[in-house]
């Protein structure tokens, strides 16, 4: 963010226990319907909203 002379003052990550499905299965080097954590993320500069990342990991890369 240093380009644009912005931080971040908040965020917030939610995370839900999902499996994995078909279309990130391969992506993801696993199987379709394997265990995986999904994980929601929004990034605040004050109150303008500055980062909306979804991101799907892997269960058994989980520690």
Request: proline content about 2%; aromatic content about 6%.
């Amino acid at each position: 963010m240093d380009k644009y002379k912005k931080g971040v003052t908040r965020a917030t990550e939610h995370f839900n226990a999902t499996k994995i499905r078909q279309e990130k299965a391969g992506h993801l080097k696993t199987q379709e319907g394997q265990p995986a954590m999904l994980v929601k993320r929004l990034a605040y500069h004050d109150d303008k909203l500055v980062e909306y990342t979804i991101s799907v990991a892997r269960g058994d890369k989980i520690s």
